[in-house]
């Protein structure tokens, strides 16, 4: 997933998983036409229900890992088999240098698993 945004509006992007297999995406975010660096840059994602309820909360080290400007978010598969099917709400959060900033914000669609 690469996104492109040079207004303060995040990117959308949509995405999702079956329930109970793991997920795994990487991102790069581009600003004024360059890879974000994320060396020392501090990332948090929150899923959430569309009423607000937090269902996943992940920051650097605790489901995010990044290299370079790269970065890599997983939720384990353990972790989604307790996910109600249905639609969620999620952003990516960084902040770099002082300053926080949405770069993404989509849905998160869990699906049903068929082999269980």
Do not use: C, H
């Amino acid at each position: 997933m690469a996104k492109t945004n040079t207004a303060y509006i995040p990117g959308e992007y949509n995405t999702g998983v079956v329930r109970g297999d793991t997920f795994s995406e990487t991102a790069t975010f581009i600003t004024g036409g360059e890879p974000l660096n994320l060396a020392g840059a501090a990332i948090r994602i929150q899923l959430r229900t569309r009423s607000g309820e937090v269902v996943a909360s992940l920051e650097g080290g605790s489901g995010i890992q990044t290299v370079g400007n790269v970065m890599t978010w997983t939720i384990e598969g353990a972790t989604t088999a307790g996910f109600a099917v249905g639609q969620y709400l999620y952003d990516i959060e960084i902040t770099l240098g002082g300053s926080t900033r949405t770069y993404a914000a989509g849905s998160f669609a869990v699906q049903k698993d068929i082999t269980a």
